[in-house]
């Protein structure tokens, strides 16, 4: 998280970095409890954290609903807007000498004699690598098969709702307890919990749902509307606001839920930073980091092994697929 | 009428007809509402806008909507009423006429309605006939947000009418017209600049001319006859410059131009030459300068590409100066249902149809400007084959020999249409009448200079990148203002179209709606 701050002071694009801090709040008993403990496991494995009662929630947020009395407060958390931090960081790779190449589809790779990666072949002609890093999100299953092997990664499906601009209603992002339950629930139907926060350009960002229904790009009315009833169970003075857009999107989910950054042990060469689902952003700088460690063999900044990509939750996972036929 | 988020900066009635948003107010508290679509009554409190307005119900299924209340729309849903299928026709105006036939609200009812109006006759005609039907349902005042496919191939419409259930429909015809077209210019966002159709709207809508010392400039067929009632009621107009030459086609020298369109336009001109008033052709408004308002405008002498003439230009004392530069079709709900569209020109898809006016998804027909800029009479023509044709498909009481004959009219159209395509050019050397600093995107304040950063420093290269990197059409117009120019200006900076033209008009809300309204 901390290197986001470190590419926001070093890079000329700005990307609206915001360390504003995140609050998570219960909305029903179940969800009060699941806090308190979610709260002192953060704190156990060093997360900054505090538990907010109700007058600390209302000095954090002046417009929450009421009757809202316990929540908790992350200081680390940190915002940036995702398409101008990714063409930030573009632009300083070319100027560190990479060469973008957008508007070119893979169509497949070349090996050399010992089976290693040698060349991608694209619409745009062939390109020779050393190594091939597989960074396409919720299409790396796809860009894998190209080369002939296998990732459990699929896309889980968002609704993202964006307001017309009205200022700072919101001032941390504002989470529903329940979001976190949502994570890990694996269904095609649904799951809707809060996601409430203001941006610099004056817009709120409403999510967020999840659901396993494959590239489907269609704009579900219902799930619409169940978001803004979760966000108005948050913030009611959301009913006056105007909803201007509804983006959907597809997150790269994998079954055990954390991120595949690694060599492909069957294409020596292949080299994947996929599976973050909607932590992809925040974590992008410690993938970076890791991937470049494995290619040039130089110290790692964290232990790599939890994320490779033979790890056994993820081969437990590919055998029940298997067994299912 | 309100001030900017950011820059603070001052806005006053720009389009007139609900597309910019830049009229936004509260009324007697309420949530914010467009200035230009709501009549005013005695006592009302309008207040400057602040804050968030909307609805969607039942389960009602009717067999057909059109949506767009203008000279398409009215003869569609007359051809499908009289093929007995019931017609839902929602629009966003109060009353049926879409902009092209706009009326005085009740309240300022003048004793000749019809007196600023051309093809009045035919219009009250239809608008009785349709009026009369006990299939007929007219919903007015309602935007439409949202439009979902449903599984059996039909539609459910969602409007931000409180009352209004959101309903299904079987099928659906788009008759939702066009926008006016404004290039950017330095000053073009001032208090005082509004499209030449805020102006018509104004005068015709509330009787009020937008200014004392009045410059009309821009391209295209408004033009004259806005000019023209302008001149009528005195007003003071300081300068006419069209960037074209309209001379072009009012000598009859191009074929198809049908004679009574010449007459029309010479009559415009003669109106305008009682008055004192000449046109300057081959001349544009190419700045505007003013401390909170309109003082001064700029007018230049242009190339036949638009590009301003060095030395040729020279400053004129104005209150006001009404722009346009033709119009785009609104395909935005097209676009969001699937539609096919024709980007030949990538500031100004148009959506493509078959001879029955049939789009490319089943139970969808399009008529009027949407599928191509060609006037009320054209639009009357294609609305009168995509009633019958979808009446048609409804079970409908259609005779088949008449929808041939509804079709072979609208045939007879094609040599008019070529040649009005060849004539409402918009000539790319506009760019270079920018600054650096100026507006382009005037929802979100975005200037030539952050677009241009995002074109050749962060690899912008597509209308979806340029609007994530800068906000271009993010605002509440969404991008039905800024579209084509940024679309003009990406083709511009990197020598080619777009390859996702229209990408701009892909609005998953179609108009904003309170999420209390949800």
Known sequence: ?325 | MRRTRRHEAPRGLFCGIGACHDCLVRVDGSAPVRACLTPVRDGMAVTTHVLGEGAIVSDRRVPLVVLGAGPAGVAAARAAVEARVAVVLIDLGARLGGQYHRREPEAFATSAPGALHHGWARWSEDVTHLERSPRFTHVAGAGVWAIQHLADGGMRIATDREDLPSFETDALIIATGANERVVPFPGWDLPGVLTVGGAQALLKGQGMRPGHAVVISGAGPLLLPVAAALARVRTNIVALTDANDPRRWLSGSPRGIPLSKVREGASHLATLARHGVRLRPRTAAIAAHGDGRVEEVVLARLERDWTPIPGSERTVTADALATSHGFVPDIGVAVGLGCRLDTQDASAPAVVVDRSQATSVPGVWAAGEVTGIGGADVAVHEGRVAGLAAALMLGGDVDEDELERAIARRRADAPFLRTLAGVLTVGDGWTSWLTPDTTVCRCEEVTLATIDEAIERRGACDLRSVKLTTRCGMGHCQARICGPSVAALLTARTGQPPADAGALDRRPVLHPVPLGRL
């Open chain 1, 1 to 325: 998280m901390s290197r986001w701050a470190d590419y926001a002071a070093e890079l000329s694009e700005g990307f609206e970095y915001e360390p504003k801090g995140g609050v998570v709040i219960a909305t029903d008993d179940a969800s009060r409890a699941g806090l308190v403990d979610l709260v002192s496991r953060h704190r156990d494995i060093g997360v900054s954290a505090q538990l907010l009662d109700a007058d600390g929630l209302r000095e954090a947020e002046p417009h929450l609903a009421h009757d809202l009395d316990l929540g908790a407060l992350y200081p680390d958390d940190a915002q940036v807007q995702p398409v101008l931090a990714s063409s930030a960081l573009l632009a300083d790779a070319r100027r560190l000498g990479a060469e973008v190449r957008s508007g070119n589809e893979v169509l497949g790779f070349s090996f050399d004699s010992d089976g290693r990666v040698a060349a991608v072949r694209t619409t745009e002609g062939t390109f020779g690598a050393g190594a091939v890093v597989n960074a396409a999100g919720p299409w790396s299953s796809a860009l894998a098969r190209l080369a002939g092997t296998d990732l459990p990664v699929r896309p889980r499906r968002g609704h993202l709702l964006v307001t017309a601009p009205v200022g700072r209603l919101v001032h941390h992002k504002v989470y529903e307890a329940g979001y976190v339950d949502t994570l890990t629930a694996d269904t095609s139907e649904a799951q809707v919990s809060a996601v409430v926060e203001s941006t610099p350009s004056g817009t709120i960002l409403l999510g967020s749902s999840r659901e396993l229904v494959d590239f489907d790009t269609t704009v579900d009315l219902d799930v619409v509307r169940r978001i803004a009833q979760r966000a108005r169970r948050l913030f009611p003075i959301l009913a006056e606001v105007d909803l201007l857009r509804i983006y959907v999107g597809f997150r790269p989910w994998v079954p055990d839920h954390l991120p595949i950054i690694g060599e492909d042990p069957q294409v020596r060469g292949l080299w994947h930073a996929t599976g973050h689902e909607g932590a992809g952003i925040g974590l992008a700088p410690a993938t970076g980091q890791l991937i470049r460690a494995g290619i040039t063999d130089t110290p790692p900044p964290v232990d790599p092994l939890p994320f490779r990509v033979a790890r056994p939750s993820l081969m437990a996972a590919a055998a029940a697929r298997t067994a299912h036929g």
